[in-house]
């Protein structure tokens, strides 16, 4: 039995009535840690004591989110502030610094991408990503934006008007590609501008994508004529083409109000009784510069909100219009949320004089203040009840409303599907969580597997994995795809089986659950990474592999398997020797069929990336003294072996670890 320390605070009583008493009923911060002292969750509240104490009451309806938290926190601790105003402030500052796993209330939604400046490096890229935060924090990301297309355009546009870096390589070793003899590069491959010249450069496409067009264009205008006066009519040019391109991406606008001299972001939301869509609208001398998009999850509970509810707790009364003064309360704190949370990961340049809001904010002079003092003037924010803003808004919350229809039919599709695989199967319960398994080589080589996931019918790329085949039988020329697959299934759990001891061992055994966590039993799936079903790719011998690893594992009555084979997309069940009889049209089916084809394609591309590589580096493997790291740095300085291939052995010598005799065997292997 593990000592009381280690034990979460939920398990605790005594321990935990101790620390509540501790904390203060003041404004200020708390900071909720695991047994490895990371920090889980950081939030706010002008009652610390009270909103710290709401997340232990038994009587309090936790959503699945912060009901896995909660059982993970071990300790928790407070910074006091003299207003709330300086707990926004810090907060928002402490969750920038750490970005705690649990204080992510806006989904990072696949489908809305984002544009990415990476300040981190020398030369800074500029790209399209659907992942934030992946890189460096020096990184800068703007979005998600909602219209892809637009977004692709407007950066396709950019390029023709700024010479910028067009690819994340260069294209040749010794000199600048095309794009530099046309203009559309300075040459960044072959270091023929400075870093500091260049970033010059990207803060101009920064300032588009901050919503500060006519800024750059005020700028650029006087820089035309000063260079027309100096006779320099090539750089005045260049710059003209710059201005018109520039307005050139506003031509197409159709918002326009009246007063454009004010920028403003509008914001409003339209939700159902699980999800609410929030639309912000970015509008820049009055044109509409950005459409972000976000969405919140909603856990139906009762219309109040109580003290220490979070964002994801609060339910709305009349979805999705949100009619009524209790229901515009409560969409308000989660319009409120989202404008906290999006404000924090902007510049204060980015921050607009206005913010339209579809309901009034519950610490809208909160809010302001802080947003005041992080832009260094005034910051208003209003609810228009009339004219052309209160028009602007309900523009607004119209498009919201066509998102979260898009969405609701997308979520009934796949809800279909899940419960016909479930009648398919004979499940107890629709499979929420699915993994699909894949094997890919040529003949035994390169041999790899994949694990894919599918959560409520949509993939979860973040659960992906790759795995390298270990077994030492499994080579080229032998290949064995029952004994890939046995081995890439006791990999995966036996991870599970080593977890479950632990839960036993701290006393979380499923058939003795702590009282204290009565109410969140609901939640158990999300607590661990189990799946509701397995999905192997092939037939009945394929099954039949994984089938003897899990009862091995004595897992078998604990996981679901299913095996679904290509030619007639016939489904297996374990220890039946004929197909289900089923229609390859059925919504279950078609829904295995695409968790299926997605594990064949990322197995497949995991595949070929290591065929490439050992490509590559076969050749280099016949050369005496030259082991895997030398390789590496000779392919990471000259890229490919074709240009390899033409080093001379004064250049080869250049490398690091390639010394002048090796350098020599290198050149005379190439030239015998």
């Known amino acids: ?63 699945p989110r912060i009901a896995m938290m909660v059982q993970q926190v071990r300790e928790i601790e407070f910074i006091a502030t003299d207003t709330e105003a300086e707990a926004l402030a810090l907060e928002a500052n402490l969750v920038k610094q750490h970005q705690p796993y649990f204080n992510v209330l806006l989904k990072d939604d696949k489908k809305y991408p984002y544009l990415c400046i990476t300040w981190s490096e020398e030369y800074p890229r500029i790209f399209i990503t659907r992942k934030r935060r992946a890189g460096s924090a020096k990184d800068r990301y703007y979005g998600p934006y909602v219209d892809t297309g637009a977004l692709r355009s407007t950066l396709h546009l950019i390029k023709r008007i700024f010479p910028l870096r067009q690819r994340p390589q260069p294209l040749f070793k010794d000199r600048p590609c095309l794009n530099y003899d046309i203009g559309r590069c300075v040459g960044v491959c072959q270091g023929l501008t400075s870093p500091e010249e260049y970033r010059k450069i990207i803060q101009k496409v920064a300032m588009i994508f901050q919503g500060r067009t006519q800024e750059l264009l005020d700028i650029l205008e006087p820089q035309m004529e000063e260079a027309a006066e100096d006779l320099n009519f090539e750089t005045a040019a260049r710059i003209r083409d710059q201005i018109k391109g520039l307005q050139s991406l506003s031509a197409g606008q159709k918002v326009s109000l009246p007063d454009d001299t004010v920028s403003r972001d ?104 802080w947003l005041s003092n992080r832009k260094g003037r005034k910051v208003t924010i ?61 003949q035994g080589s390169d041999a790899v597997a994949s694990r894919v996931v599918f959560i409520d019918g949509l993939p979860a790329n973040q659960h992906y994995r790759h795995y390298k085949i270990k077994n030492p039988e499994i080579k080229s020329g032998h290949s064995d795809d029952f004994a890939s697959l046995a081995e890439v299934i006791g990999r995966r759990f036996r991870g599970l089986k080593e977890e479950e001891r632990g839960k036993m061992e701290d006393g979380f055994s499923d058939l003795e659950e702590p009282q204290e966590l009565s109410n969140l039993s609901s939640v158990s799936h999300t607590i661990s990474d189990k799946p509701d079903l397995i999905m192997i790719d092939g037939g009945k011998g394929q099954l ?32 039946e020797s004929l197909p289900l009889q089923t229609n390859s049209e059925q919504p279950g089916v078609q829904l295995l069929r695409r968790v299926r084809d997605e594990a064949h394609r990322f197995a497949v591309s995991f595949h070929r990336d290591r065929r490439s590589e050992r490509m590559k580096r076969s050749r280099l493997d016949e050369i005496p003294g030259l082991g895997h790291h030398r390789q590496k740095q000779l392919l990471a300085h000259f890229r490919s072996i074709d240009y390899l291939r033409l080093a001379t052995p004064e250049q080869l010598a250049e490398v690091s670890g390639i010394g002048p005799r090796l350098a020599q065997q290198i050149y005379d292997y190439f030239h015998p």
């Open 1 to 63: 039995m593990p000592s009381t320390k280690t034990l979460p605070l939920v398990k605790d009583s005594e321990r935990l009535e101790s620390r509540l008493k501790e904390i203060p009923a003041v404004p200020g911060v708390y900071l909720m840690r695991d047994e490895s002292d990371r920090i889980l969750y950081i939030g706010k509240s002008k009652k610390l004591r009270n909103r710290v104490r709401s997340y232990f009451r038994e009587s309090q309806n936790l959503s």
């Open 266 to 369: 509008a914001i409003a939301l339209a939700a159902d009784t699980q999800h609410a869509c929030v639309q912000l609208f970015q509008i820049r001398a009055g044109q509409l510069v950005g459409r972000l998009g976000f969405m919140a999850e909603i856990t139906p509970q009762p219309p109040v909100a109580k003290e220490g509810q979070e964002l994801s707790q609060l339910s709305l009364s009349s979805p999705p219009s949100l009619g009524g003064e209790r229901g515009g309360v409560e969409a308000g704190a989660i319009l409120q949320r989202v404008l906290e949370e999006h404000y924090q990961n902007v510049e204060s340049v980015e921050i607009p004089s206005e913010i339209s809001v579809q309901y009034e904010l519950p610490e809208a002079e909160i809010l302001a203040d």
């Open 382 to 442: 209003l609810t228009p009840q009339r004219q052309t803003k209160a028009e602007l808004i309900e523009m607004v919350e119209r498009n919201a409303e066509y998102e979260l229809a898009r969405m609701q039919r997308l979520s009934d599709r796949n809800s279909q599907a899940m419960e016909d695989l479930a009648e398919i199967l004979d499940l107890p319960e629709v499979p929420r969580r699915i993994e699909g398994y894949d094997i890919s080589h040529i």
């Open 544 to 575: 039949s592999a994984v089938v003897a690893v899990l009862r091995e594992m004595n897992l078998l009555e604990e996981l679901r398997v299913v095996s679904l084979a290509k030619q007639r997309e016939e489904i297996f069940l374990p220890g």
